[in-house]
Every structure is written in structure tokens, then in C-alpha cells.
């Protein structure tokens, strides 16, 4: 497929989907990167001389919890789909963010399925399967020609593969080069051959993929992808090996001249301990003194005692088996000096959650539990904890780590993926911004907390991490140049 000379004449024009972006909805750190990556891209072209012309939009499903919210949006368009057995009738919404354009797709399935991410399989697929076909008519409602899709994980990974089986079918993709992101490896989508057949989508041919693979949205996805994005350089190199591909090792390494690692940023603007509204005095790296005030009110908020010499430990996280949180609870009930103070916030899998409960049980005076999704709380331990907890058995990138330095909370984290990325320990102070271990176990965890807890003993020493950490540059600046020059690539 050859692009149009117009579209590298004219203006980039990208389509990114996603199944969720912040602020609108945000259930983990697809919903930052889909809220803030696309204008990092749009905003390129300002700085650029001559000035770049970019034109990306955004799409995402109408979920009730936004219509909800009574953002105004506008009708732009509708159509009637009959797809393989099923008709069903798709609207088109559109409203302006702070940059992008962010179209909302409003289809049948959200009335059955409306939470972002349900528990039953089969309707979530469903539910994914008529975003995808809606997504596919977008631009001819929009009577755009699209030059980059992007989507990303497997929500959105059909319409890459419905693409590369049928171009022809849907107006506005004629030369389109398709990049699939990944943003969590074994989260493939659900496999139903029976929703295939539904739908009239044909499974995928391609030789080297395993044989559950050729029904499954990713893989399926990923085979027709021209680029396949992974979001940090080390789980772009880790997902060739079969600790880490989920199977897919073999055809990954087929691929690996079209598999790049870009890490994620941060919307720096919105994470900022300077303005932030959501904590109760701003700091900056010339003030640190000032999130001890912070800290204070959690401790006296969660009745902890109140004492900015014990070091307060936070986990902010997804309760789930990838993020080695059963590692840390082994790890704290082996521990005899309780002389810190931890905080939990998250939510998931149940026997974490009730694993996290009994932790506070046990240690009543140290352990405070909280099993919720609350953004706001999240900032204010951010902004006051001492030290971010991080056992990730893997972590494609990991926001957590980037927020948390940037509000000067050390990360204690496992040196994997994009945490290895991002994270320095190299033994010297001057440059360290964290503390890593190597192997998913409590003892070798437990032994990189200890080296923070002595750290933190020594104040200057502490501040310098501190200092380290707030300096480094996690915005999205350069990784969204990276983006704008894999597209120009795949256009040229
Ligand atoms: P993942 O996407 O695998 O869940 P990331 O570290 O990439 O992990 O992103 C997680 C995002 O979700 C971060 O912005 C983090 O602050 C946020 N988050 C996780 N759990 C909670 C919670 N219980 N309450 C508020 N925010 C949370």
C-alpha cells in the first residue's frame, strides 16, 4: 500500500483508539497514555520550524459514566451497520478536550456491557467487536482520509485486522499504515469463535502465529500490523524472550524490525506538585521540606501517628498478580522491625484485596488498607508518601513510578521492563533516583527496602534521591517525537 503524496504534502492525519482516556475515563495507564500522548503528538507541530502539520483524533467508546457527567457533546453523525448476522446503529459524538479532537462512539453492546471493562468474556468482546466496526466508519462520517491508525491493546486490535482483510470495504482507509500499541502483553482478549462467525470475521492465516492465536483480537491484530509499539525499550526487547512474549515469542522475533520501544511520559501540566489541586500545599524540589505538612495530614487522616521521622511506604496499584503485590505481603509478614508505616490503594483481584485487609489486621498500628479507585487520595500519597512500592513481576512501562518521582516519593521497584527504564541505582548518590532489585521474590525486594530505609535515615542523602528524581524529564516531549518519526517512516 502506498500512501498519498498528499498526506505527506498536506498534514499527518492519525486516528488513535483506545478503550479509554483521561480524563474522561481512566482505569489504568492506557487511559493516561490515550489522555495525554495525542497532544503530545498535536502539539509537535508548534514547535517545529517549519511548523508540522498534525491532525490527530482520538475515538473511545460513549460509556454511560461519561454521559453521566453531561459533557457537552454534538451529534455528528450516524450510521446502520450490518455486520455478518448483526445490524446494529452506531452514533458519533464529538467534543473538544483541552487539544484533541475526542470522538465518542455510541453502539447497542455499551446498554449490556456499560462498565469500561466487565466481567463477563464473551460480552466484552462483543462490546469491543461493534466499537471496532463503528470506529471503521469514522471517517467516512468524518469524510477524512486516515494515513496512521493507531490502536491499542486488544480492544481496538480487530480493527487493524479487519482493515488488512478488507480495505476496500470502508471509505477513508485506502493507503493507511496500521500500528498496533501494547500496553500489557498477556491481555490478549477474549477467544470466541462463535463471535467471530457472528460478525463475519475471518480468522487469521498467518503461519508463524500459535493456533489459539489466530482468533484471538491481539495476535490477530498484531499480524496485520504494519508497527507494533510496546512502551518501554526493555519490555520491547523482553516480549522477544518466552518469559515474557505469552507464546507469541517466535512470531514477535519474526517481526522484531517492525517492534519498537517508546517509552510513556507524563502530562506534566496535570502531574505537578506546584499546581496540583488535589493537595493540600504545593512543593517544588526548592521546598521538599514543605511535603512533610503533607505527609502529616495522611498520617493523622488515617490515624497513624504522626511522625515525619517514620518513613511512610504507599502502593498505589491495580491489586493483580502482575504487579507482585503477593510478594510484598509475604515479604511484610516476615518482617520483625516494623518501623514504617504503609498505605494501600487499589483494587482487584479479591483474594489480594483480602490479603491486603488481613495485613492491616496484623499489623493494626503500621497498615492501612483502602480498596478503592480514588484519583484524589492517590495524588495526596503521591505528594506525602516517602517511598512507592513496585514489585512488578512485569511492567510494560509503569506510570506509578514516573508520578511518584515526580512528586518526590521513591520508587522500591523491580527491575524489569520499563521500570528498569526509568529508574537509576547505579550506587551513586548523585545520580540515583530509586531503589531496584532483580528477582519477583519477597527476600530480594525486602532487601532493596532496606537499603531505602537506611537512605532515608540520612536527610541530605535523601533529599539528593529526591532532587534526582524530580529533575529527570518524564514528559512526553521526546517519546511523542519518536511517535511523529515511526509515522513519518511508515509513510515514506
Ligand atoms: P497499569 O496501567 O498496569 O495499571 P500504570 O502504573 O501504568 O499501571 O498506571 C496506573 C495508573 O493508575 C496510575 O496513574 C496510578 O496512579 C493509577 N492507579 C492505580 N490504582 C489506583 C487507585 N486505586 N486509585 C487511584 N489511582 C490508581
Known amino acids: 500500500m502506498r500512501p498519498s503524496q498528499t498526506a505527506i504534502e498536506n498534514s499527518i492525519k492519525i486516528l488513535f483508539l483506545s478503550a479509554e482516556a483521561a480524563p474522561l475515563v481512566k482505569v489504568g495507564g492506557l487511559g493516561d497514555v490515550a489522555g495525554s500522548l495525542p497532544n503530545a503528538i498535536r502539539e509537535l507541530k508548534y514547535h517545529s520550524d517549519p511548523p508540522e ?3 490527530i483524533r482520538v475515538a473511545i467508546p460513549y460509556y454511560p459514566s461519561i454521559k453521566d457527567t453531561n459533557l457537552p457533546v454534538l451529534l455528528i453523525g450516524s450510521k446502520h451497520l450490518q455486520q455478518g448476522s448483526v445490524n446494529f446503529h452506531a452514533e458519533f459524538y464529538e467534543t473538544v478536550t483541552t487539544h484533541s479532537k475526542l470522538y465518542l462512539v455510541d453502539f447497542p453492546a455499551l446498554k449490556t456491557s456499560p462498565r469500561i471493562y466487565g466481567e463477563d468474556p464473551e460480552m466484552e468482546l462483543e462490546k469491543f467487536i461493534q466499537f471496532n466496526f463503528s470506529c471503521l466508519y469514522l471517517p467516512s462520517i468524518l469524510d477524512w482520509n486516515v494515513d496512521i491508525l493507531h490502536s491499542n491493546d486488544w480492544h481496538t486490535a480487530l480493527v487493524n485486522h479487519i482493515l488488512r482483510n478488507a480495505t476496500k470495504n470502508f471509505q477513508g482507509f485506502g493507503d493507511t499504515k496500521l500500528i498496533l500499541g501494547i500496553h500489557n502483553l498477556p491481555y490478549m482478549g477474549p477467544e470466541s469463535v462463535r463471535l467471530l462467525k457472528k460478525y463475519a470475521i475471518p480468522h487469521t492465516t498467518i ?15 498484531l499480524a496485520a500490523s504494519d508497527a507494533i509499539v510496546t512502551v518501554s525499550p526493555t519490555y520491547a526487547k523482553e516480549i522477544l524472550t518466552s518469559e515474557f512474549g505469552c507464546g507469541l515469542e517466535k512470531f514477535l522475533v519474526n517481526r522484531k524490525d517492525r517492534v519498537f ?25 526548592e521546598d521538599l521540606d514543605l511535603r512533610s505538612r503533607i505527609k502529616s495530614q495522611i498520617q493523622e487522616n488515617f490515624k497513624l501517628v504522626r511522625d515525619d521521622s517514620i518513613p511512610l511506604l504507599v502502593v498505589i496499584s491495580r491489586m493483580d498478580w502482575q504487579k507482585g503485590i503477593d510478594l510484598l505481603f509475604e515479604g511484610f509478614h516476615k518482617t520483625r522491625n516494623w518501623d514504617f508505616q504503609l498505605i494501600l490503594l487499589g483494587t482487584g ?8 485487609l488481613e495485613l492491616q489486621k496484623v499489623f493494626p498500628d503500621n497498615v492501612r488498607s483502602i480498596l478503592q ?23 510494560p512501562c509503569g506510570l506509578a513510578q514516573l508520578i511518584a518521582m515526580r512528586y518526590g516519593c521513591i520508587p522500591v521497584a523491580r527491575r524489569t521492563g520499563g521500570l528498569a527504564d526509568t529508574i537509576i541505582d547505579s550506587g551513586r548518590p548523585k545520580q540515583q533516583t530509586g531503589f531496584l532489585f532483580e528477582k519477583a521474590s519477597a527476600a530480594s525486594f525486602l532487601s532493596a527496602l532496606d537499603r531505602a530505609l537506611e537512605s532515608f535515615q540520612n536527610k541530605n542523602r535523601w533529599r539528593t534521591i529526591q532532587k534526582n528524581a524530580m529533575n529527570q524529564d518524564f514528559s512526553w516531549t521526546i517519546s511523542a517525537q519518536r511517535y511523529l518519526e515511526l509515522y513519518k517512516s511508515l509513510l515514506t
Not at 349 to 356: G, Q, R, T, W
Not at 373 to 395: C, N, Q, T, V
Open 53 to 55: 502539520k498534525i491532525d
Open 207 to 221: 503461519s508463524d502465529l500459535p493456533d489459539w492465536g489466530t482468533r484471538q483480537p491481539l495476535p490477530m491484530g
Open 261 to 285: 520501544g517508546i517509552l510513556n511520559g507524563l502530562d506534566i501540566n496535570y502531574w505537578n506538585p506546584q499546581s496540583d489541586p488535589d493537595i493540600p500545599v504545593h512543593f517544588s524540589q
Open 349 to 356: 483481584n479479591p483474594e489480594l484485596e483480602k490479603a491486603s
Open 373 to 395: 479507585f480514588d484519583l484524589s487520595l492517590s495524588k495526596r500519597l503521591y505528594a506525602g508518601g516517602d517511598m512507592i512500592l513496585l514489585p512488578s513481576r512485569y511492567e
